[in-house]
Nanobody
Framework: QVQLVESGGGLVQAGGSLRLSCAAS????????AGWFRQAPGKEREFVAA????????YYTDSVKGRFTISRDNVKNTVSLQMNSLKPEDTAEYYC?????????????????WGQGTQVTVSS
């Protein structure tokens, strides 16, 4: 079992930055691939970014490429999402997830563990 807790969300103006962190407890996060998803009101949860178990591979949805960076620290048992040049359309609840996989995972169904989420609101 892995417990995931997100932090770092908040209210920011368009063009600003936020850094989300996901702390794991229970089993070590280094045994899992990890990802970030988001869900806006009235919409389905969507993939944002993923990182392989080693951290050597990353993948992003097109709308965040060049603006968001996913990283992990397997010693500190954390995964982070640096979000720059934020836009109002990035407003959503952001979730961290862990998957029993070596490679990056982009589909919701393949993730085994989920955090409770952290709210990101970008004002125009």
């Amino acid at each position: 079992q892995v417990q995931l807790v997100e932090s770092g969300g908040g209210l920011v103006q368009a063009g600003g930055s936020l850094r989300l962190s996901c702390a794991a407890s229970g089993r070590t996060l280094s045994k899992y691939a990890a990802g970030w998803f988001r869900q806006a009101p009235g919409k389905e949860r969507e993939f944002v970014a993923a990182i392989s178990r080693s951290g050597g591979s990353t993948y992003y949805t097109d709308s965040v490429k060049g603006r968001f960076t996913i990283s992990r620290d397997n010693v500190k048992n954390t995964v982070s999402l640096q979000m720059n040049s934020l836009k109002p359309e990035d407003t959503a609840e952001y979730y961290c997830a862990a998957a029993n996989s070596l490679a990056v995972v982009t589909t919701t169904q393949r993730y085994d563990y989920w955090g409770q989420g952290t709210q990101v609101t970008v004002s125009s």
